[in-house]
């Protein structure tokens, strides 16, 4: 064995000099390099300590740089907090009559509230008005006999159309989705003693129409608490917003004192105007929102007039008020508690402030609910009720803070520290060092001290003592030697 050593060790010295001497080196190919990288080389990390202050002072400029701007990004646009979505939601939605205002509130409106109505008619109250909608009533169901002769038995009935004030109780409604009224029609019905029979079937007596007056007037009181994951949020302990056509107003405190939202005074929310506190305000307990403020920011009008539904080819000036046929809003709450133009300011500094926002939108229009009221075998009374329908969603993120999610992102520093290598490596080093004379030695300095190519397991294998071992160490380094001179030789003269 330590013959056949002498003479491996003597032939590959021979044939480094003969390599040196003709100035050629054979280099294997691109895929004998591959497999030998792959089966014969294996790589294990090394620290190369290259004493070049341009080439460090550069790594540490482009290190900053993406540390800096890295970091900058985690921390402002609040990546370092785990953001979840909302699953479980609630809501309580009451009405508020027309006269209640920020100043004057009560407990409640059957008994410590002053019941006193606003005199004055609306519009759609005027008599004009009314006999209009009558005669309109009038084409759609009556004219030219075509309606039912078994129901109505005395002919075409006159229709009385006319404005009544109704309190809370008879304008919401709140089986299934809540519903404002905006109309209600009442139809007097009878039959005969034997309802057995085939013909005992109800006849209609009396078409009488009655429009909720001021019903723009009444206020919206919505209460609602949200949870994602673990973190819970509610409208007593945020701030409001409401969104009308694209701009955003703040919904102010409904008097000194009576709201305790920490975030009312903010820096961040100085520059949002707060909308008018005759059509929306805030309290401890729930948001007063007016119904003409949901219909303006829904695009929406209760005297536009529509086909009666699933009708087709009707006289001109048949169609319908929104305000008989009735309509659907949407009404979308949006909770948030990480916003960034919110969460910095000095000195409640990375602090998380709920806040939630309404939007408003038109769903689609026939909304009405039917009931009966004082029944019996023989009578009975029909009521059809039509209004707007109220639809609550909810929807947004609430972020916490967790460290296990915090290191996650901090890990992708990893990346970047990679990247920034890699910028020095193949741009600056590469690239433009070569270009200046002053520095086109650094990419060959550079080459030479960071690889490192050990002698073959089979001469250490066949080594017999340490001199042996010294002897390939010295013949490895006179091999590194000899890249470097020619490395070198690439300098310009």
Same mark, same amino acid.
């Given at each position: 064995r330590?013959?056949r ?6 032939a ?17 190919s ?8 792959l089966?014969i ?11 070049a ?9 482009t290190?900053s ?7 900058g ?26 006269w ?5 509130l ?19 109250c005027?008599?004009a008005?009314?006999k209009?909608l009558?005669?309109r ?11 039912s ?15 009544r ?12 989705r809540?519903?404002?009224?905006t109309?209600?029609?009442r ?5 005969c003693?034997?309802p ?10 009396g ?8 019903v ?5 009181k ?11 949020a509610?409208n ?9 056509k ?48 949901i ?8 005297d536009?007039?529509i086909? /009666?539904? #699933?009708?087709?080819?009707? @006289?001109s000036? $048949? ?5 008989? *046929?009735?309509?659907? %809003?949407?009404?979308d709450v949006?909770?948030?508690?990480a916003?960034p133009g ?23 229009d ?5 009931n009966?009221?004082?029944?019996s075998?023989t009578r ?28 996650k992102q ?6 970047v520290?990679?990247?920034t290598m890699v910028?020095v490596?193949?741009?600056?080093l590469?690239?433009v ?18 690889? /490192?190519? #050990?002698?073959?397991?089979? @001469?250490?294998? $066949? ?5 042996? *071992?010294?002897?390939? %160490?010295?013949d490895?380094n006179?091999q ?10 690439e300098l310009?003269?």
């Amino acid at each position: 064995r330590k013959h056949r050593a002498m003479e491996y060790r003597r032939a590959m010295t021979m044939s480094v000099e003969s390599s040196e001497a003709d100035g050629d080196e054979t280099v294997p190919s691109t895929w004998g390099r591959l497999i030998e990288d792959l089966f014969i080389v294996y790589t294990v990390p090394r620290v190369a300590r290259i004493r070049a202050p341009p080439l460090q002072i550069c790594y540490l400029i482009t290190f900053s740089l993406c540390a800096t701007v890295m970091l900058g990004w985690l921390i402002l646009t609040l990546q370092l907090m785990e953001f979840n979505e909302i699953s479980i939601s609630n809501s309580f939605v009451r009405l508020a009559p027309p006269w209640a205002n920020s100043k004057s509130l009560c407990y409640d409106y059957d008994y410590d509230c002053s019941d006193s109505p606003e005199a004055w008619t609306p519009h759609y109250c005027g008599k004009a008005a009314l006999k209009d909608l009558a005669e309109r009533l009038h084409i759609n169901f009556f004219k030219n006999g075509t309606f039912s002769k078994s129901r109505w038995v005395g002919g075409a009935p006159r229709i009385i159309a006319d404005c009544r004030h109704f309190d809370v109780h008879e304008t919401l409604e709140e089986e299934g989705r809540p519903m404002v009224m905006t109309a209600r029609t009442r139809t007097l019905q009878d039959r005969c003693a034997s309802p057995a029979q085939e013909k005992c079937i109800w006849h209609n007596q009396g078409f009488d129409i009655d429009l909720v007056q001021n019903v723009e007037g009444f206020f919206l009181k919505i209460r609602h608490d949200v949870m994602a994951a673990k973190v819970k949020a509610s409208n007593s302990y945020s701030t409001g917003f409401v969104k009308i056509k694209e701009k955003e107003y703040q919904l102010p405190c409904s008097s000194e004192g009576s709201c305790d939202k920490k975030d009312l005074k903010d820096l961040s929310l100085s520059n949002v105007p707060s909308c008018n506190v005759s059509e929306c305000w805030s309290t401890k307990y729930s948001d007063y929102l007016s119904i003409d403020l949901i219909l303006k920011a829904a695009n929406l009008s209760l005297d536009s007039h529509i086909p /009666l539904p #699933s009708e087709a080819d009707l @006289e001109s000036g $048949s169609d319908l008020p929104r305000r008989f *046929l009735g309509t659907s %809003v949407g009404i979308d709450v949006k909770y948030e508690n990480a916003n960034p133009g919110a969460i910095f300011p000095w000195p409640r500094w990375y602090e998380f402030r709920n806040r939630y926002t309404y939007t408003f939108r038109k769903m689609g229009d026939y909304a009405s609910e039917t009931n009966i009221s004082g029944a019996s075998d023989t009578r009975r009374l029909f009521i059809r009720k039509s209004g707007i329908k109220v639809f609550v969603s909810f929807d947004g993120k609430l972020a916490s803070w967790s460290w296990s999610y915090a290191v996650k992102q901090l890990a992708i520093m990893q990346v970047v520290f990679t990247l920034t290598m890699v910028v020095v490596d193949k741009v600056i080093l590469q690239t433009v060092f070569k270009f200046f004379p002053d520095f086109s030695h650094l990419p060959p300095m550079k080459r030479y001290y960071s690889e /490192l190519n #050990s002698p073959t397991h089979y @001469e250490f294998r $066949s080594a017999q003592s340490a001199s042996h *071992l010294t002897n390939m %160490v010295r013949d490895t380094n006179q091999q590194r030697f000899r890249e470097m001179k020619k490395s070198f030789t690439e300098l310009p003269d």
